[in-house]
């Protein structure tokens, strides 16, 4: 039988009381029903038990620097090595196809964020990005696993990863959407956890008298989610092997690549990734390493110096691997990690940031100026220290794979993932043997876009094409 909301209450102010956060029942007799359900409700998500620890370790005190020891670039397979087209990327390639059309192989999207830089108004899988259908991110992905499983012969299982944030407006869009073409039992929405902001002292903050200042807890937080949804057992009763793990801000990503998949398969790896060459010594990307026989992704800001500038004896750069938050993740690797959900946890990341709080003492709400509050996330590439088998790093090509929407203008903004796609558009024509006119800048001269029901690579066009031997370029084009 349901809880009363008064035995919910006094189930809520027992744990705030012993975790020393009364103070978020402060306005309870002020509010309504729906109001104090609201706050139940949130309260209810809060996990308390490791709150102490983490208050102690992150909040009040800064946490120490993780010191790895010496670092070395690690060991990868190059965009060279893949361009060669050896015997062991071909077999690579078909293994990955056999475990798609196996069923082995579901996709994941990690669409939970806050996208506060974006600062789109709704989940950032709804934004329309294609740049002439203006098709949202989600249906370019769903359109490629449309095109993938027509060529598996099988549907494929995708996972949308959610916070509690967006669950409720992703999945109405899907909803509205038809979920793009896909049936509605193959798109399982499940969502991850949150984490309260802190004031200083440790004091979570209230966003609203009824609402808890709760954010996602990052997506290291996908493991976790993954195991404690239900997705995992899903996974392992379907014979879901391999997870293949993207990010909703992408729109250029192969959400379902048989040559990473299948690399990824046939060394047994826990967990891989995907990487880019930097674009130059101090990108702001995650830096791939290795540190004492394990891989380990480094934020740039803690890459010494004198490695970020260092260089090979053929002058290129010795530490470039960027990770671009693509991977290929074991079922086992991650039911091994998540089995007791107690004890495990990704380590913590601390960022301060600017969180509107509500003033106990008055009830008014406060925008602060300047960071207030500490947030902590978990990131899933810190699993890769966790594995037992040494991870794929796979280079690929950015300007075929990395465009990621971050930002409202400048770099990784709309505007650039849209001139991305255009010139992947462009580029695929071209080698397909048709002319695409230029322009002084040596941009196409018209917008151009290849849905993923038409192309997944540039090896499914051919100039004989009845849609490309007729193709103007004096309008912008949609290839569908
Ligand atoms: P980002 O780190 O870019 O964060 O997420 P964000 O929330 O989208 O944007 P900002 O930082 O607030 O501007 C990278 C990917 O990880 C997902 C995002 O949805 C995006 O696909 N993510 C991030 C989650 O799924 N959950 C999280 O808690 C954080």
Known sequence: MAAT????YEAARVACARAGQEHLLRFWSELDDARRHDLLSDIERIDFAPLPGLIDGFVRRRPPHAELGPLAPAPHISLADVRADTDEIRAARAAGEALLAQGR????????????????????????????????????????????????????????????????????????RAHFGLAPDQVVFFQQGVMPAFAPDGRILLDQPHRVALSPDGHGGTLLALAASGALVDMAARGIEYISYFQVDNPLVLCL????????????????????????????????????????????SDLPESLATARNPDGSRRFDAGSVAIHVLSRRFVER????????????????KKVAYVDLASGRRVEPASPNAVKLESFIFDALPLAEMPPVLLEVDRAEEFSPVKNATGVDSLATAQRDMIRRAARWLER???????????????????????????????????????LRFDAPVLLA
């Open 5 to 8: 909301i008064n035995e919910r």
């Open 105 to 176: 192989v579901a996709a994941l999207v990690v669409a939970g964020g806050q996208g506060t830089r974006l600062g789109y108004d709704g989940p950032k899988g709804c934004l329309p990005v294609s740049p002439v259908a203006r098709k949202p991110l989600f249906q370019l992905f769903a359109e490629q696993i449309l095109a993938t499983q027509r060529r598996a012969g099988r549907p494929l299982r995708w996972y949308v990863m959610t916070s509690p944030g967006n669950d409720a407006a992703t999945r109405a869009f899907f909803a509205e």
């Open 257 to 300: 690549d048989p040559l990473f998949l299948g690399l990824h398969a046939q060394r047994g790896s826990d967990i891989s990734c995907k990487f880019v060459a930097k674009a130059d010594d101090h990108e702001r990307v995650g830096n791939i390493v290795l540190a004492g026989g394990k891989v380990h992704v480094i934020e740039y």
């Open 337 to 352: 990690l998540t089995a007791d959900r107690s004890r495990f946890a990704l380590p913590w990341h601390r960022a301060d």
């Open 432 to 470: 397909a043997g048709i002319r695409v006119p230029r322009d002084a800048a040596g941009e196409p001269v018209v917008p151009i876009e290849i849905s993923p029901l038409r192309a997944l690579r540039p090896g499914d066009l051919s100039a004989s094409d009845a849609d490309l031997r007729g």
